[in-house]
């Protein structure tokens, strides 16, 4: 037994003054004589000695009340084994309060975020004031690295919101451990009250600073059923006015019975285009399909939407895409244009095409256009070749039409800057197109079927091209050698595509065939740049937006919630024209958002990660046998059934007082003094 007071222990010397009343104080007795003396004599020495061992019961009774009062002002305590702390010393305590959106759940006492926040004020009120505390959550915020007082900590805590970010308990751990360690001489001690969600706690890699009192407290949500939208894709990434969309959209079931009915609503610009309903097995998921058409062009906003019940921030599903009036194309041509391309994408308001000479070509102009066609140019200069690398690398599409003429070995050093496969000698012999990717986004919904006997392009003259190991090559059509006839390839963030003949009568029939059209429109087509339909918060991923048409080097673009007041500046990147945005965290709400410069450049969407959706957590005794399994004797589960929380750390850290006791025996021992002068008499 230690105390935390010793130096009243000197109280006990009070003791000595029962004692000294005891022996100073006795009952003087007179004699009185008759003449049967040893009757009376008898009697007298019976009287005495009962009246002697009352006053020794009555002292003894008054030293143990003494002692027990200067034992309970002593304050004693046993210390327990799993004290790691000084109860005299200052303590440096950190919790951890997870605040993600899993914490949306209902537990015993509302909301598992309000539950968190009450055992965070429990545990503080079982230190003293002179101790120092910190608070830590998900958002891991500069003001939140110092130890603060006890009121600081308090006021702190009330201002805790959701947050949007997830960390695991390594994560936290070395948290932790990076604040203790400008700490020396002192106890520490580390909280971490969370759900513990198996889907991103971590506890397998969890590995404690030994160093540290590490303290588990878990947090238990009511219901742990809940559905969540997953993802949503479109079928084809070309969007046409008038054209009919088919938008695919993925729900999970993360509960153990079955989801019936479950009702699904799309809006596109605040307009509802569709309400859909269905049937999810226990932990798997579901996919429907829903069709609509766009109207008008521009910037879509769009929000997919269930109802579920408590867990709501995976009931929203936002994204976001653009339709243009026209698709920018230039052509570079070597001696004249190409009558064929000119009656496809001239003549089409889809497009916005330009025919330009090789020689004439505007450098800073580039940028502005999706798709480059290269059209029967002999030569590529340095200057052009430079340039249409910065292109493609940043997002733009080419496409090359040799000439039967062209210098091969200046197409070869060109292709290969581009990582690309190359020209390497022109053959004459006839051939065939033998085969079609059909599952290529290309060709994939040009037709309803595939035909069996389909009518495939012939050619007379034809270039062959080399196979490079590092060219992820895909080819469209193939002929009957094996060698590509149309073939793709990723170079950047654009494609380059590579076709074997020229663009003339001459050489193949294919200008003239039926593939030529839904082949050139195709590329045209998906050639412009759209961005992701949505981006997940928390995912550190560079934000891609497409050219903004006259910007500049030091141009302010901001980005503005449609749903809210939330505006935020990012910090940007801007090479050519293709501007990448780096946000550090600073969206923190789900919703649809709006780019603009001096006006509109893109609508961006950003979702909550679905990682927290699962709702399965890890049991008191899992994570008890965890610790047990992996012997982290620093390291323990406090749940507090029997007693209050405040209690159960008070003991741990502090021993098992024992101040309340010695009180009781106090006014047990001075109730027995009077009882006993009453009684006996």
């Known amino acids: ?25 006795f009952r003087r007795y007179k004699k009185v004589f008759f003449t049967n003396v040893r009757f009376l004599k008898e ?92 608070l830590l959550t998900n958002d891991f915020e500069a003001r939140h690295r110092q130890f603060v007082t006890r009121e600081e900590f308090v006021a702190m805590l009330r201002e805790v919101e959701w947050s949007p970010v997830a960390r695991s308990l390594p994560e936290v751990a070395k948290r932790q451990a990076e604040s203790f360690s400008e700490i020396s001489g002192a106890s520490k001690i580390a909280y971490v009250i969370s759900d513990f969600q198996q889907s991103t706690s971590q506890l397998a890699l969890f590995d404690p600073d030994t160093a540290l009192a590490y303290y588990m407290v878990p947090v238990k949500s009511n219901k742990s059923d809940n559905l969540s939208i997953d993802s949503c894709w479109f079928e084809s990434p070309v969007h046409l006015l008038g054209q ?41 998921s579901a996919g429907t399909i829903i069709t ?165 392009p012939q050619v007379t003259t034809f270039f062959s091209m080399s196979r490079i190991s590092r060219s992820a090559q895909d080819y469209l059509m193939k002929l009957q050698n094996g060698e590509p006839f149309l073939s793709v390839q990723d170079c950047g963030n654009g494609k380059v595509f590579l076709l074997s003949v020229p663009l003339k009568a001459e050489c193949s029939n294919f200008p003239k065939h039926a593939l030529f059209v839904p082949t050139i429109y195709k590329i045209a087509m998906m050639s412009r740049m759209q961005p992701r339909l949505y981006y997940v918060i928390g995912s550190h991923q560079p934000v891609e937006v497409p050219t903004v048409p006259g910007g500049e080097k030091d141009m302010v673009l901001k980005l503005k919630n449609t749903g809210g007041n939330d505006e935020i500046i990012p910090q940007l990147q801007n090479q050519n024209g293709h501007i990448t945005l780096l946000l550090n965290d600073q969206v923190r709400t789900h919703g649809n958002y709006i780019l603009s410069n001096s006006g509109p450049v893109a609508g961006l969407a ?76």
């Open 244 to 284: 009919k969309v088919k938008l695919f959209v993925s729900v999970k079931n993360n509960a153990a019975t079955i989801a019936e009915k479950v009702p699904l609503k799309l809006s596109v610009n605040n307009t509802q285009k569709a309400v859909s309903s269905f049937d999810i097995a226990p932990g798997s």
């Open 43 to 134: 009697v007298q020495q019976e009287t005495k000695k009962k009246s002697q061992l009352r006053h020794l019961i009555i002292l003894a009774l008054r030293i143990l009340a003494i002692a027990s009062l200067v034992f309970a002002f002593a304050q004693p305590y046993i210390p327990l084994a799993q004290n790691t702390t000084n109860p005299k010393a200052v303590n440096y305590i950190s919790i951890y309060l997870d605040n993600s959106l899993s914490m949306q759940a209902e537990g015993g006492r509302g909301s598992l975020l309000e539950e968190a926040k009450a055992k965070a004020s429990e545990i503080i009120s079982a230190y003293r004031s002179a101790d120092h505390f910190q």
């Open 292 to 456: 609509y058409v766009d109207k008008e062009p521009g910037i879509h906003h769009g929000l997919i939407e269930i109802t579920d019940s408590p867990v709501t921030f995976d009931d929203k599903f936002y994204f976001s895409y653009e339709i243009k009036n026209s698709v920018p194309v230039l052509c570079i041509n070597g001696l004249q244009s190409n009558v064929f391309l000119n009656s496809l994408l001239a003549e089409d308001s889809a497009f916005s095409f330009v025919n330009v000479s090789v020689n004439q070509v505007d450098y800073n102009s580039l940028a502005s256009y999706n798709l480059i066609i290269l059209n029967e140019i002999p030569e590529v200069s340095s200057g052009l070749s430079e340039e249409l690398f910065k292109f493609v690398t940043n997002g733009g599409h080419l496409l090359i039409a040799p000439d039967e003429k062209m210098n091969i070995r200046n197409y070869q050093s060109f292709l290969t800057v581009l990582n690309s496969n190359y020209y390497t000698v022109l053959n004459k012999r006839p051939q065939k197109v033998a085969e079609l990717n059909w599952q290529h986004p290309i060709y994939s919904d040009v037709f309803e079927s595939v035909p069996q006997n389909i009518d495939l």
């Open 606 to 681: 950003f979702n909550y990660s679905k990682d927290e959706s699962d709702m399965k957590c890890y049991t008191p005794e899992e994570i008890t046998a965890f610790i047990d399994k992996n012997t982290m004797e620093n390291t323990m589960m406090l749940e507090g059934k029997a007693k209050s929380l405040a209690a159960v750390v008070s003991e741990l850290n502090q021993g098992k007082k024992l101040w309340k006791t010695f009180v009781l025996l106090a006014l047990l021992f001075l109730a027995s003094e009077v009882v006993l002068l009453r009684i006996w008499k």
């Open 1 to 25: 037994m230690s105390f935390l007071n010793p130096y009243f222990l000197f109280g006990l010397l009070a003791i000595a003054i029962p004692v000294i009343i005891h022996l100073f104080n």
